[in-house]
């Protein structure tokens, strides 16, 4: 059984830093599945916004390049996500997710199979 499990959401000032991790079980090692972070916002469609492949590259979404940065340990099972710099435009509920598939980069995370259930990022001005 797949579990995916994310933490670390909250809310923040425009400017400040969170880290989410997503606790990982069912899957790991982790070496065999990609894992990337998508969010959902309040009237927009699912937005990938960082994945890392099995060979540890990495790609992320123009507007969070720079400011974010995906991560794992294995010997924790656990996959990071480095948010800095957060502005209200990054506000929405993030996502865990997992394939074992082939996918070309983070715009194709929302497509993948196992989702955790989300932890919420408010960002305030």
């Known amino acids: 059984l797949v579990q995916l499990v994310e933490s670390g959401g909250g809310s923040v000032e425009a400017g400040g830093s969170l880290r989410l991790s997503c606790e990982a079980t069912g899957l790991y090692s982790g070496s065999k599945y990609i894992m990337g972070w998508f969010r959902r916002a309040p009237r927009k469609e699912d937005e990938g916004v960082a994945m890392i492949d099995r060979d540890g590259k990495t790609s992320y979404l123009d507007s969070v390049n720079g400011r974010f940065t995906i991560s794992q340990d294995f010997a924790k099972n656990t996959l990071y996500l480095q948010m800095d710099k957060l502005n209200p435009e990054d506000t929405a509920r993030y996502y865990c997710?997992?394939?074992?598939?082939?996918?070309?980069?983070?715009?194709?995370?929302?497509?993948?199979?196992?989702w955790g259930q989300g932890t919420q990022v408010t960002v305030s001005s």
């Open positions: 997710a997992a394939d074992p598939n082939y996918y070309r980069d983070y715009k194709d995370v929302p497509d993948f199979g196992y």
